[in-house]
Structure formats: structure tokens, C-alpha cells
């Protein structure tokens, strides 16, 4: 492989991460793996390439790993380590007071309102659940009203509603 097609390592620094930046790391992480043709070469090297993106702390609590290193046993010692426990009240805390910001895109604040209904544990009610807190926190009134009007959209047909009419709006 050309060494001008290789794809540059992520960095994993603070010794502290939530569980988000921690998953869109090992996300960066994989596709860097892939996208040097290194997901092929021994666990030892795919090990190698993940501490060269850890800082001196982040290396020093892998050290306390025993027996054979995998990319696997990192990632979940990292998150037992550097991820607080799981508070689904203060979750669904900031799900429920979650409000799309003037100017802040639609897709944006749904993207960010579906991993906080994620993380809130919203059981078999978590579509329904969803699409209530877009028509409450939705910064267009008018927007509102429209979806209020529609009462039977599901949550697919009222991100695709929102959508369109943001798109629609912008030409």
C-alpha cells in the first residue's frame, strides 16, 4: 500500500469519556484498522496500534490487564474504568429537557434526541415516547401545531415530515 493512502491513527487522550465518545472512538478506531488493511494482521499488532493511541495514564491501566491483550479486553477495561455507571434518571433528565436551539438544524436535534432516548431506557414505548418529546421541542411553533394536527404520524413519518419542511424552508 502506498504510505500517501494511509489513513491517519485516532486518539484517545482524557482519562475521562462517556460512553458515547468512548463507542465513536472504537468506531474511528475499527474503520482506522480497515483502512490500513491491519484488521488481517495479528491481534499482538491490531494491540500494538490501539496503545499508540492512548496517552501514558490511558497505557498505565491496560498494564493492569493480565494474560493475553486483545483490541477487545482493552476496549471493555476502558469503558469499566473510564465510564461512570449508567444514571437513567439523569438520562431521561436530559432526554425530557432536550429542546431543539434556534437555529440548530432539525436533523441535528433529532440525532442528538434519539441517543438520549437511547440511553433512557424507554422500553417498548421508546418510538412513541420519542416522537412526543420532537413535537414538545420543536423551536418552530408553527411546526408544532402541524404535527399536533397529525396524531397517527409515527416517529418515521414525523422526522421525514420535519425534515422536508426544514429543506423546503431553506430554498
Same mark, same amino acid.
Given at each position: ?18 460512553? &458515547? ?18 484488521? #488481517?494482521?495479528?491481534?499482538? +499488532?491490531? +494491540?500494538?496500534? %490501539?496503545?499508540? !493511541? %492512548?496517552? /501514558? ?9 493480565? $494474560? !493475553?491483550?486483545? +483490541? #477487545?479486553?482493552?476496549? &471493555?477495561?476502558?469503558?469499566?474504568? =473510564?465510564?461512570?455507571? #449508567? ?15 434556534? &437555529? #440548530? ?8 434526541? /434519539? ?7 424507554? $422500553? ?12 414538545? $421541542? ?8 402541524? =404535527?399536533?394536527?397529525?396524531? /397517527?404520524? !409515527?416517529?418515521?413519518? +414525523? ?9 423546503? $424552508?431553506?430554498?
Amino acid at each position: 500500500m502506498n504510505s500517501t493512502n494511509k489513513i491517519n491513527l485516532p486518539t484517545l487522550r482524557s482519562t475521562f469519556a462517556t460512553k &458515547k465518545e468512548l463507542i465513536d472512538f472504537k468506531r474511528s478506531f475499527n474503520c482506522y484498522l480497515t483502512a490500513n488493511e491491519l484488521d #488481517e494482521k495479528s491481534e499482538a +499488532v491490531r +494491540v500494538a496500534h %490501539l496503545r499508540c !493511541t %492512548l496517552n /501514558d495514564k490511558l497505557n498505565d491501566l491496560i498494564d493492569k490487564i493480565t $494474560g !493475553t491483550i486483545t +483490541v #477487545e479486553q482493552i476496549f &471493555k477495561y476502558l469503558e469499566e474504568e =473510564l465510564i461512570p455507571k #449508567e444514571n437513567t434518571c439523569f438520562n431521561q433528565y436530559c432526554f425530557f429537557n432536550r429542546s431543539q436551539r434556534e &437555529k #440548530e438544524a432539525f436533523n441535528e436535534y433529532y440525532l442528538e434526541l /434519539d441517543q438520549l432516548a437511547r440511553l433512557s431506557n424507554l $422500553g417498548e414505548k421508546h418510538d412513541e415516547i420519542l416522537k412526543a418529546r420532537i413535537v414538545c $421541542g420543536i423551536y418552530d411553533p408553527a411546526m408544532r401545531e402541524r =404535527l399536533m394536527r397529525a396524531p /397517527d404520524m !409515527t416517529l418515521k413519518e +414525523v422526522v421525514n415530515y420535519c425534515r422536508m419542511s426544514e429543506d423546503a $424552508g431553506k430554498k
